[in-house]
Structure formats: structure tokens, C-alpha cells
């Protein structure tokens, strides 16, 4: 659950208890002038982190000093802030407030950012009728997603997984299996994968099965008597 500005003012109380009051003087007031345009423009600053406090760290700014909250530091979950003590972050500033001492600088909204750069680029790489080994993460009454390789996914429909009609995914599927799926088109970002597109339709096997037999013309067939007795001597 996200925290609320009141839950960040309470970390920012303690933070400033153990580390010291913020300073006011000229050099101060051109840093909180320059936090304040930097959150109007997202600009992306760099900033090393000085210290860990509770729900999260501090990072110097301009000589003032930064919040940034445990839930803006990753996209994954942080249970132990000290192994980003001494770390430089590509952060923007969240919240700037001079008259209540409050920076707030977050790294989550840019990593989200590079993430969807990362999976655009993966996915401009995709084409329809590419055949990848995934594994089955979520099942669906309408279908099933796929992880895909590096990082990307798609959805099966519940009707390309089989030739035969299924009434539920699981009938067939279970998360975690490994499965081989066929790209059958890419739109608006999502890609649409088959199953059944790589199975053999046993419909079609019967069909090409009858086709290979032979089958006599219709002329060299006899059934007059003489035809049934040609061969034999009496």
C-alpha cells in the first residue's frame, strides 16, 4: 500500500531528529528554488545516499537534506534499505516544500519509466509466426498468460489451446507448465499467442490418412462372372 503524505511527514520528523535540522541561508534558498523547478520540469537528477533512516534513506541535495520514502527507491519490494547506503540513484523530485523542510525525491516513477522503454523495445523485436518456449503464469477463465522470454507475455485464448472445445483453461493448462507458443498477432502492445497453431488437428491427420489410399479405377473393376472366374482352370 502506498503511504500517504502524512505517513511521509512523520519519517521526515524522525529523519530530521537523527540527522539535524536544515539550514536557511542564501545557498539553501537557491537549492529549495531549484527542487521546486526541478519537480515542475521531472527533471532527472543523481544522488548519493548518506544515510538510513526509518522507511527509507536520505541523499544530500544542494546541501539539503532528501527523503527518499522504502516505496520509491524500486519496483521490487525493500525490505532492508542498507545495501543502498552509499549508492548513487537517478531520482526526481516528488515533493518540495522550504517552509515545512520537506524534499522528497523518488526513483520508482523513472525506473517504471526505463522498464516500459526496456519491454517496447523487446517488443518491436517480436513478429507474428515466432514460435517461443513459455511458461504458463496465470490462468484465466478466457485463457492464459504466458511469460514469454525477457520479461515479455502474452495471453492464449481459451480458444487457441486446444482443437478441441475446452470449457476451462485449467482443463488442459496449470501454471508453472512449459509450454511451446506461437505468435498470431501484436496489437496495441499485446501480443496474442496460440497453442493449437503448433499441434497437429487430428481432423486434418485423419483427412491427409484417407487421401493416401489407393482407390482402383472405376473401369478395371469387374463383377461379371467371367471377370470372377478369370484365373481359374475348370
Not at 526541478?38 to 546541501?63: H, N, P, Q, Y
Not at 547506503?85 to 523542510?101: C, I, K, P, T, Y
Amino acid at each position: 500500500m502506498e503511504e500517504t503524505m502524512k505517513d511521509y511527514e512523520e519519517m521526515l520528523e524522525e529523519s530530521y531528529s537523527l540527522m539535524g535540522d536544515g539550514v536557511h541561508d542564501t545557498d539553501a534558498l537557491l537549492a529549495w528554488k531549484k527542487a521546486q523547478e526541478l519537480k515542475e520540469s521531472k527533471e532527472i537528477i543523481t544522488v548519493t545516499v548518506s544515510g538510513i533512516v526509518k522507511g527509507g534513506v536520505v541523499a544530500d541535495f544542494e546541501g539539503i537534506r532528501a527523503f527518499i520514502p522504502i516505496s520509491k527507491l524500486s519496483l521490487d519490494r525493500i525490505d532492508d534499505c542498507n545495501p543502498f547506503l552509499g549508492r548513487e540513484l537517478q531520482v526526481r523530485v516528488f515533493e518540495a516544500n522550504m517552509d515545512e523542510d520537506k524534499l522528497i525525491l523518488s526513483a520508482k516513477e523513472i525506473l517504471k519509466e526505463q522498464q516500459e522503454l526496456s519491454r517496447k523495445k523487446k517488443l518491436s523485436d517480436v513478429k507474428v509466426g515466432q514460435v517461443f518456449k513459455g511458461k504458463v503464469a496465470t490462468i484465466k477463465e478466457y485463457g492464459a498468460f504466458i511469460d514469454l522470454d525477457d520479461g515479455l507475455s502474452g495471453l492464449v485464448h481459451i480458444s487457441q489451446i486446444s482443437h478441441t472445445r475446452i470449457k476451462h483453461p485449467g482443463v488442459v493448462l496449470n501454471e508453472g507448465d512449459e509450454v511451446d507458443v506461437k505468435v498470431i498477432d501484436i496489437k496495441d502492445g499485446k501480443i496474442s499467442l496460440s497453442i493449437k497453431a503448433l499441434l497437429d488437428n487430428p481432423e486434418e491427420v485423419q483427412t491427409s490418412e484417407d487421401e493416401k489410399i489407393d482407390i482402383p479405377e472405376a473401369e478395371g473393376i469387374g463383377t461379371s462372372l467371367g471377370d470372377l472366374l478369370k484365373g481359374f482352370k475348370l
